[in-house]
């Protein structure tokens, strides 16, 4: 106590230290969500006038051209139009299918996929990432079409959801499954919307710690039955589960002792970040004692939910000893999204530093989950490491060193016109295609 009896602990004065720094801490907050507002607002206008654009010019003038640019998959009697996203590349999946014909190949692959070995994390192999990326890109097929590759890669399938689509895949030879999620069509706005837009939601009942992009997560329906219709409430993950229970497992050939693996392209890559981070997250009640969840590969997947989530699903993954591979292809733009969290002075990378305890929720707080694997045009594979502006600088420089190959590829007949002409006008949204990404993935 002081002689005038007052504690040195009190004051009836502004700690000016303090003050500046709370000042500071709620001013990243304001411009927070000053900036989240400014790119909503222009992202809803440019949706806007994309989608009276699309109504009225884009779709009609691309279902018109479509059949005279593309080659149909003939199966049996049947000619069936190719998805959007492999329409350019005729050969995208008949080329797999005679490279997983090659000696050893299949064999290889199953045993890679079904390692006994579960008692450490999987690592980076670029001949599973090929394989999960075309069985990410065929989820985009048409169901006949989906069917007659997968019995062509030795693999059973089933499909699941029909609100997105998510295939299983399995092996009779080999104990092992994988969970494939459809990713974003390339003219559904809807989907776009979704991937672009910054909203965030906080699982109730404590599911999945901190925030998740409210689109991604409200797929899976993780929250409690509303009052008005309960009986209709069936969580998509216990229904993904109860189906792998009931259709799958017991048709694979070891069910002892059975790996599941994850994956998916865009849209589809979010989904099954979502899907990973809730059966890996504990307590793991859905997974059945003798499946092992072994992780994901996801590719050009956007922003998936805040810091909080990123880092809670890199505990649980690190608790499962599973791993999440998330591939980046050259500028692919959607593993930029949502755009906030690509500027560099975006506030809430600053927030930390400037709280005591626990810090405030940012809106524009979106962080990616995962171990990123970068491809680029000099065809190098860098696991570990995340993109950067350099890279972006050097990929442009490769990009326009590569054109000319490109358009020999439309000489020679391996690549469409419409595909020369995306390539052109737009490469940098067609760096997130499948096939460029295994362009990248083959030529290392």
């Known amino acids: 106590m002081k002689p005038d009896g007052h504690s040195s602990s009190v004051t009836d004065w502004t700690d000016w230290t303090r003050f500046l720094e709370k000042m500071r801490q709620y001013a990243l907050v304001t411009l927070d969500t000053i900036l989240w507002s400014v790119i909503s607002v222009a992202t809803l206008i440019f949706m806007a006038v994309a989608g009276v654009a699309s109504y009225v010019v884009i779709e009609p003038f691309v279902k018109f051209i479509s059949p005279f640019m593309s080659t149909p998959f003939t199966i049996g009697e049947k000619k069936i139009p190719p998805s959007l996203v492999s329409s350019g590349t005729p050969g ?78 399995y092996s009779t030879k080999y104990p092992f499954v994988v969970v494939s999620f459809k990713g974003t069509s390339p003219f559904d706005l809807s989907e776009w919307l979704t991937d672009v837009m910054m909203l965030k939601v ?56 059975i790996n599941v693996w994850i994956t998916g392209h865009s849209l589809g890559a979010a989904l099954a970040t979502v899907f990973l981070s809730h059966v890996t997250y504990p307590p793991v009640s859905l997974v059945p004692e003798n499946v092992k969840v072994r992780g994901a590969y996801t590719f050009g997947s956007p922003r998936v939910g805040d810091s909080r989530f990123a880092s809670a699903t890199g505990a ?22 949502p755009l906030s969290s690509t500027i560099p002075i975006a506030p ?66 391996r690549v469409s016109l419409g595909v020369l002409i995306r390539r052109s006008v737009q490469p940098f949204p067609y760096d997130h295609t499948p096939s460029e990404y295994d362009r990248h993935l083959r030529h290392r």
């Open 92 to 169: 995208f999946f008949p080329q797999y299918t005679q490279h997983l014909k090659s000696p050893g190949t299949w064999d290889s692959l199953g045993r890679a996929l079904a390692d006994p070995d579960t008692h450490q994390k999987p690592i980076w192999d670029a001949d599973v990432a090929r394989f999960m990326l075309h069985l990410s890109a065929l989820s985009y097929e048409h169901p006949d079409v989906v069917a007659y590759f997968a019995k062509q890669w030795k693999l059973e399938t089933v499909n699941i959801l029909q609100n997105f689509a998510c295939y299983v895949y």
């Open 202 to 257: 906080r699982p109730d009942g404590g599911v999945i710690p901190g925030q998740i992009h409210e689109g991604f997560y409200n797929s899976f329906q993780l929250d409690p039955p509303s009052t008005e219709d309960p009986r209709e409430h069936r969580c998509q993950v216990e229904v993904i589960f109860n189906e792998l229970r009931g259709k799958v497992l017991p048709k694979v050939s070891d069910s002892k002792n």
């Open 316 to 337: 649980s993954l690190d608790d499962a000893e599973a791993s999440c591979f998330r591939v980046v292809n050259a500028n692919d733009p959607v593993a930029a999204l």
């Open 348 to 413: 809430h990378k600053h927030i930390r530093r400037l709280s005591h305890g626990k810090p405030p929720n940012m809106v524009t707080d979106f962080t990616h989950v995962g171990t990123p694997v970068t491809l680029g045009y000099d065809h190098v594979i860098r696991d570990g490491v995340d993109r950067s502006w350099l890279s972006i600088c050097a990929n442009t420089v490769g990009y326009l060193w590569e054109w000319p190959r490109f358009f020999y590829n439309f000489i020679l007949g």
